[in-house]
Protein backbone atom coordinates (compact mmCIF):
# COMPACT_ATOMS: atom_id res chain seq x y z
CA UNK A 1 0.00 0.00 0.00
CA UNK A 2 0.90 3.37 -0.83
CA UNK A 3 2.13 5.90 2.03
CA UNK A 4 -1.42 7.18 2.94
CA UNK A 5 0.06 11.03 2.74
CA UNK A 6 1.25 10.49 -0.72
CA UNK A 7 -1.70 8.39 -1.73
CA UNK A 8 -3.93 11.59 -3.17
CA UNK A 9 -1.13 12.79 -5.36
CA UNK A 10 -0.47 9.78 -6.56
CA UNK A 11 -4.39 9.59 -7.50
CA UNK A 12 -4.30 13.39 -8.98
CA UNK A 13 -1.45 12.15 -11.13
CA UNK A 14 -3.09 8.81 -12.33
CA UNK A 15 -6.07 11.32 -13.26
CA UNK A 16 -3.53 13.95 -14.91
CA UNK A 17 -2.16 11.25 -17.39
CA UNK A 18 -5.38 9.48 -17.91
CA UNK A 19 -7.07 12.99 -18.81
CA UNK A 20 -4.41 13.71 -21.12
CA UNK A 21 -4.55 10.29 -22.79
CA UNK A 22 -8.63 10.08 -22.78
CA UNK A 23 -9.16 13.81 -24.09
CA UNK A 24 -6.28 14.16 -26.40
CA UNK A 25 -4.76 10.62 -27.63
CA UNK A 26 -8.00 8.82 -27.94
CA UNK A 27 -10.40 10.99 -28.92
CA UNK A 28 -11.79 10.38 -32.37
CA UNK A 29 -12.92 13.01 -34.79
CA UNK A 30 -16.23 12.25 -34.22
CA UNK A 31 -16.10 12.35 -30.48
CA UNK A 32 -14.48 15.81 -31.22
CA UNK A 33 -17.48 16.85 -33.73
CA UNK A 34 -20.60 15.70 -31.72
CA UNK A 35 -19.41 16.29 -28.25
CA UNK A 36 -22.43 19.10 -28.44
CA UNK A 37 -25.12 16.97 -29.60
CA UNK A 38 -26.91 16.06 -26.67
CA UNK A 39 -27.29 12.21 -26.14
CA UNK A 40 -25.19 11.65 -29.14
CA UNK A 41 -23.32 7.98 -29.41
CA UNK A 42 -19.92 9.54 -29.86
CA UNK A 43 -20.12 12.43 -26.48
CA UNK A 44 -21.09 9.09 -24.71
CA UNK A 45 -18.36 7.03 -25.67
CA UNK A 46 -15.66 9.64 -25.35
CA UNK A 47 -17.11 10.35 -21.06
CA UNK A 48 -17.29 6.78 -21.27
CA UNK A 49 -13.52 6.50 -22.17
CA UNK A 50 -12.52 8.59 -19.23
CA UNK A 51 -14.87 6.77 -16.98
CA UNK A 52 -12.65 3.39 -17.50
CA UNK A 53 -9.96 5.35 -17.87
CA UNK A 54 -10.34 6.26 -14.06
CA UNK A 55 -10.76 2.12 -12.65
CA UNK A 56 -6.60 2.41 -12.11
CA UNK A 57 -7.22 5.05 -9.12
CA UNK A 58 -8.93 1.89 -7.28
CA UNK A 59 -5.27 0.61 -7.35
CA UNK A 60 -4.02 3.32 -4.78
CA UNK A 61 -7.36 3.41 -2.88
CA UNK A 62 -9.03 -0.19 -3.17
CA UNK A 63 -12.75 0.54 -2.88
CA UNK A 64 -15.76 -1.36 -2.36
CA UNK A 65 -17.16 -2.31 -5.55
CA UNK A 66 -20.79 -0.40 -4.86
CA UNK A 67 -18.42 2.70 -4.13
CA UNK A 68 -16.57 2.05 -7.32
CA UNK A 69 -18.83 2.41 -9.33
CA UNK A 70 -20.63 5.25 -8.09
CA UNK A 71 -17.77 7.34 -8.01
CA UNK A 72 -16.89 6.26 -11.64
CA UNK A 73 -20.75 6.77 -12.93
CA UNK A 74 -20.79 10.13 -11.38
CA UNK A 75 -17.84 10.98 -13.50
CA UNK A 76 -18.88 9.90 -16.75
CA UNK A 77 -21.79 12.22 -15.95
CA UNK A 78 -20.49 15.38 -14.87
CA UNK A 79 -17.35 14.74 -18.29
CA UNK A 80 -20.09 14.44 -20.74
CA UNK A 81 -22.14 17.88 -19.34
CA UNK A 82 -19.00 19.24 -18.90
CA UNK A 83 -18.02 18.82 -22.88
CA UNK A 84 -21.71 18.85 -23.60
CA UNK A 85 -21.72 22.42 -22.53
CA UNK A 86 -18.67 23.91 -24.06
CA UNK A 87 -18.93 22.02 -27.71
CA UNK A 88 -22.93 23.26 -27.09
CA UNK A 89 -22.29 26.75 -26.62
CA UNK A 90 -19.02 26.74 -28.95
CA UNK A 91 -21.31 25.69 -31.29
CA UNK A 92 -24.22 28.12 -30.77
CA UNK A 93 -22.28 31.19 -30.61
CA UNK A 94 -19.96 29.63 -33.63
CA UNK A 95 -16.55 30.53 -31.70
CA UNK A 96 -13.73 28.83 -33.20
CA UNK A 97 -9.57 28.62 -31.98
CA UNK A 98 -9.48 31.96 -33.78
CA UNK A 99 -11.94 33.58 -31.28
CA UNK A 100 -10.58 34.48 -27.11
CA UNK A 101 -14.28 33.07 -26.12
CA UNK A 102 -13.42 29.72 -27.50
CA UNK A 103 -9.65 29.84 -25.14
CA UNK A 104 -11.97 30.82 -22.60
CA UNK A 105 -14.54 28.40 -22.72
CA UNK A 106 -11.70 25.41 -23.30
CA UNK A 107 -10.26 26.67 -19.83
CA UNK A 108 -12.93 26.69 -18.00
CA UNK A 109 -13.78 23.15 -19.75
CA UNK A 110 -10.42 22.02 -18.58
CA UNK A 111 -11.25 24.04 -14.90
CA UNK A 112 -14.34 21.83 -14.72
CA UNK A 113 -12.49 18.64 -15.47
CA UNK A 114 -9.79 19.23 -12.81
CA UNK A 115 -12.29 20.21 -10.18
CA UNK A 116 -14.04 16.60 -11.04
CA UNK A 117 -10.95 14.81 -10.03
CA UNK A 118 -10.41 16.85 -6.95
CA UNK A 119 -13.40 16.08 -5.61
CA UNK A 120 -13.28 12.28 -6.97
CA UNK A 121 -9.85 12.18 -5.16
CA UNK A 122 -11.40 13.92 -1.97
CA UNK A 123 -14.23 11.11 -2.46
CA UNK A 124 -11.53 8.68 -2.11
CA UNK A 125 -9.63 10.04 0.67
CA UNK A 126 -12.97 10.07 2.72
CA UNK A 127 -14.28 6.37 1.97
CA UNK A 128 -11.05 4.95 2.85
CA UNK A 129 -10.08 6.83 6.06
Known amino acids: MIDPTLAPIAVMAVFQVKHVICDYFLQTTSQIRNKGLYGHPAGLAHAGIHALGSAPVFLIYPTRLPVALL ?59
Open 71 to 129: ILVLEFVAHYHIDWLKNGLSSRYGWEPKDKQYWWAMGLDQLAHQATYLAMTLALVLVNR
